[in-house]
């Protein structure tokens, strides 16, 4: 049994353990105890901040006991992604595609579930007590719960910050039905600091520790299954999945180790690539060339629709036949950006003319609206 093991808290062969499997931190909450998250959850849902989120909104995730009333303990463990490269340099490849940090590599889940089992495992036969892992792919709140396990505090941006790994940390959790002693939680350590708050290139944070997810360049690159709104086109930039603004930023991510033997790989392959090339990607070739990575989830027509606003940011008439060639694509999404693309890249004679042969053949409403815009 762990609490046989050693008297050290969460356990000297469960900490062992973890770090043989490659996890950067680890460390144990209580999962019975009463916690603000829930009250949290539910302003945010009420503000309607999560916008196409609709998996946010059940009940079982108030609470670790609403997933599963026999938990009794939460063993939360952090993997670090530290990127090897500066991200808000890299807002500079104008001609390049922006993929965020975590998403130009093995998909995170497949990595962090597959030793997280593992140990689940190893945690059954040490404790004889039923357990159920959670890589984000499940209603439970893995950064609520990180804080109280002392792995490090959610910031102003709402994410989880860690004194060793900064902004920076992969999560996943295990509960079980065995009591294990519950580590600290971690204290708040932002102080003043509003750096992750003014870098927000849309004001996505109504509050400190706030976040309207309908602002989030993220959310809107990402989840947001519609038309990219107007307002925050500009400020998208050359991002194409994802933003790491308010990650990078962060000054605790300086103490975050220079290298770990676990982090996972980046692919520079994918983490910046010429647009006009990742426009030209018809379905298999988008599945291709992202499988395995969480890029592939949001699907070929999204990502091009990012895609074709880069391309309208990029200040580059050069790459104005990369946007024209998909005013004929089958998604409207992706006509309507290209529309909104050529309209920032060509003279206006020259869109005019454009429009001229182009717009009379729309019938989809959407899309018709960008060529009238």
Known sequence: MIAAATSASPGEALAAKAHA????????????????????????????????????????RAHPQALW????????????YAPNDDALALLEAKQHGLVSA???????????????????????????????????????????LAERAGLGWQGKHTNLVSREHGSWLFLGAILTAAEIEPDEPHEDHCGSCRACLDICPTGAFPAPYQLDARRC??????????????????ALGNRVFGCDDCLAVCPWN???????????????DLRLAPIAELAALDDAQFRGRFAGTPVKRTGRDRFVRNVLCAIGNSGNAALAPAAEALLEDNSPLVRGMAVWALR????????ARLKSAKAAHEREPSVREEWDA
């Open 21 to 60: 499997l490659g996890f950067d931190a680890i460390g144990v909450a209580s999962a019975r105890e009463p916690w603000p998250a829930g009250a949290r959850l539910e302003e945010f849902l009420r503000e309607g901040r999560h916008g196409d989120m609709d998996w946010m909104a059940q009940d079982r």
């Open 69 to 80: 009333p026999e938990a009794k303990s939460a063993v939360l463990v952090g993997q670090s």
């Open 102 to 144: 975590y998403a130009a590599r093995r998909d995170y889940h497949d990595v962090v579930k597959g030793k997280l089992k593992q140990l689940a495992q190893w945690l059954a036969r040490e404790t004889g007590e039923d357990v159920k892992v959670f890589v984000d792919t499940a209603p439970l709140m893995e950064k609520p």
């Open 217 to 234: 360049l993220a959310y809107l690159t990402i989840e947001h299954k519609g038309q990219i709104p107007r307002e925050f086109r500009e």
């Open 254 to 268: 300086k103490f975050a180790a220079e290298a770990h033997e676990t982090r996972m790989s980046l692919r520079e």
């Open 344 to 351: 920032r890249l060509l003279d206006e004679p020259v869109f």
